[in-house]
């Protein structure tokens, strides 16, 4: 079983602060998705990596893809309480299972 | 327009009914899902439809039952409702496969009492 645990579980900072959300595995994946869930609603895709060692910017946003294709982090510069949510990763298997296996998410707080 | 859709919003119901919660895409997709989301924010998949074509059936009691009438519609029943089933619920659908970008419903919360 494919497993992607994220960390941290909770994350409370003030407006402005910095911060880096990590997802790691032991296994491969061929691509690995972040998303964003707001209460109330579904996640909203923010960003899928492909490559090993992939970089991608979104705004304030930076996604790196871990050069083996385990892991990934998400960090946020300057943050601002828009971005108050929870945040999932999402792996896509390498061969085997043909499935989207979440992490449990971390739930970030931004207070002004 | 919404693009995924899923109905009711919530659910309230009692022990041993039956219930059903709708759902629908108006992208033109392929493939939709059903999801289930834990009291810890947990997201499993449970069933995957490519085309009205089962391709995924998690470990899930045989009182869920998925139905897709066309693939832009997937349906989902439970039978004999218990505490345990007490969840949201979210219905999702990608262009083709899981690996492409997913489109979630607002969720459906079911509390069975």
């Known amino acids: 079983t494919q497993l992607l645990e994220q960390s941290p579980q909770f994350l409370s900072i003030q407006e402005g602060e910095n911060l880096t959300v990590y997802c790691n595995s032991s296994?491969?994946?061929?691509?690995l998705q972040w998303y964003r869930q707001e209460p109330g609603e579904g996640p909203v895709l923010l960003v899928t990596?492909?490559?090993?060692?992939e970089v991608k910017k979104l705004k304030r946003l930076t996604f790196q893809f871990g050069d083996a294709r385990k892991d990934s982090s998400l960090h946020i510069t300057a943050a601002q309480p828009g971005d108050t949510g929870l945040y999932l990763c999402?792996?896509?298997?390498?061969?085997?299972?043909?499935?989207?296996?979440f992490g449990k998410g971390t739930k970030l707080t931004v207070n002004p | 327009d919404t693009a995924v859709s899923q109905t009711p919003k919530y659910l309230v119901t009692q022990m041993g009914n039956d219930k059903s919660i709708k759902c629908e895409q108006n992208?033109?997709?392929?493939?939709m899902y059903w999801y289930k989301q834990d009291s810890k924010k947990f997201l499993k998949i449970m069933f995957s439809?490519?085309?009205?074509?089962?391709?995924i059936n998690e470990t899930v009691p045989n009182r869920f039952s998925p139905k897709s009438p066309d693939k832009a519609h997937l349906n989902l029943h439970i039978n004999s409702l218990e505490l345990g089933d007490s969840a949201v619920y979210f219905c999702?659908?990608?262009?083709?496969?899981?690996?492409?970008?997913?489109?979630f419903g607002s969720g459906t919360q079911l509390s069975v009492l």
């Open positions: 999702a659908s990608s262009l083709r496969g899981y690996n492409e970008k997913l489109f």
């Open positions: 999402a792996g896509a298997s390498q061969g085997g299972s043909e499935k989207l296996v």
């Open positions: 439809y490519n085309n009205k074509e089962l391709i």
């Open positions: 990596v492909v490559t090993g060692g």
């Open positions: 296994s491969v994946f061929s691509s």
């Open positions: 992208l033109g997709h392929d493939t």
